[in-house]
């Protein structure tokens, strides 16, 4: 019933670039400066899948009038980050009783194309009914996968399915906390995808046709941390921190070799409350891991030897929600706590795991309000920590072994749940508001303006 149900209601829509009227455009960017350094942003977290950019040139200070609103265009529910190849950029979301993916003019905010299904998901938290997983770009096709556990691969061209797959019916699973959320990985022509127990804890399909290569694991259920891969004396590794809804609560951190699926290595890593659940992605550092989880057991560094992980230093006071720490000159920033009234920022030794500080920067902005960056976002570009906080601040800001330090600071609106990573392509700031704001604003995909030039 629910495949028949899907094919009866999936549709796509293609429209010609210029006829779409409902992204706003406000104001010209500047010109791009001739020697910034530029890159897309084709996957969740960036594409050394750490939030790090090469991006350069970007205006060194914050005001109420920077960065400028270039564009934005209505949004439905959903904490989707948004990917960009060249000028498409591929926006994931729930509008009304659909799925729906929205091909861009990353430039512009028009509309290349739509493609959309029906969906009935509730969510019983009652936190937000779309997607939690990013959509990703790789060699021409779109890869999304949905709450409800539909994977689709589509044409970047067109938005023409090229296959699908149902993973919550395919794998047997049951619902997780709050549905599908793990952004898949492209890894040699192959889709690695964080499936959860009993079908597979991760599964690779062909990326052209869909075909399933491997499965592999039987233990632990999906979470909503992505896999992530490195290479380390010469193999390719992905690692896959797994674990979500299960009584009693499993999971952990796998080693897989993506070649075959063999599982090199595993450590079981999950906090003892049955609601907890694995949400931060791995977090690579050379030869080392990184993971961390917020609900008692907290963060763990792992060494990949020969011989398998051989935990360097464990940490059950620093605890990583879902936001995914970075790392700067031997040192770890991120946000500890589940947020937002708990929601630290910290620095730790990376070597031993010592944490060297922790602040929770807060400040007014009236009488009666009092503001802060809470479950906040960093971007590590163009030598410094862009923080986008969660009630839709964008600050820079220095982060060292001393202390934190805010450098400038600017409210681009006022609205909370701003969880969605920043993404910055060309000189250009894309973000995500997800909640109706307090100055009366909807749920929008913002594009700004973030060019140095004179």
Known sequence: MRASRYLLFAS????????????????????????????????????????????????????????????????????????????????????????????????????????????????????????????????????????????????LASGAILWKKDIISDFKLKQNFFGVGATPLVENGMLIVNVGAPGATAAAFDCRTGKMIWASGNEWGPSYASPIPTTIRGERHVFVFAGGESTPPSGGLIDIDPASGRIRASFPWRGKKRESVNAASPLIDGERVFISECYGTGSAFFSITPDGMKPVWTNDSIGVHFMTPVIKEG????????????????????????????????????????????????????????????????????????????????????????????????????????????????????????????
């Open 331 to 454: 040192y770890l920033y991120g946000v500890d706590g589940h947020g937002p009234g708990n929601a630290f920022l910290f620095c730790a030794e990376l070597a031993s795991g010592r944490e060297l500080w922790r602040t929770q920067p807060t400040w007014s902005e009236g009488a009666d309000e009092d503001a802060g960056t809470y479950l906040c976002s960093l971007l590590q570009v163009d030598g410094r920590i862009l923080c986008l906080g969660e009630e839709g601040h964008v600050l820079w800001i220095d982060l060292s072994p001393g202390g934190y330090r805010e450098l400038s600071r600017s409210r681009l609106f006022h609205a909370n749940e701003t969880w969605t990573p920043p993404v910055i392509v060309r000189g250009l700031l894309y973000v995500c508001q997800n909640r109706r704001g307090k100055d009366g604003t909807s749920m929008r995909l913002l594009c700004y303006d973030m060019r140095d030039t004179p």
């Open 12 to 155: 796509l829509f293609i429209f010609p670039l210029s006829a779409q009227s409902d992204a706003v455009f406000h104001v010209a960017p500047k010109p791009l400066a001739a020697d910034a350094v530029t890159e897309d942003w084709p996957i969740f977290l960036g594409p050394r899948h750490n939030m790090t950019s090469r991006e350069t040139r970007l205006a060194r200070t914050l005001s109420p009038n920077v960065p400028r609103l270039v564009w934005e265009i209505p949004k439905g529910d959903g904490y989707a980050s948004p990917v960009i190849h060249g000028d498409r950029l591929i926006l994931f979301h729930r509008a009304g009783n659909e799925t729906v993916v929205d091909c861009l003019s990353a430039a512009m905010g028009k509309r290349y194309w739509r493609f959309a299904y029906a969906m009935t998901y509730k969510d019983r938290y009652r936190r937000d009914h779309g997607p939690r997983a990013s959509p990703m770009i790789d060699n021409g096709i779109v890869f999304v996968i949905g709450v409800e556990g539909m994977l689709h691969a589509l044409d």
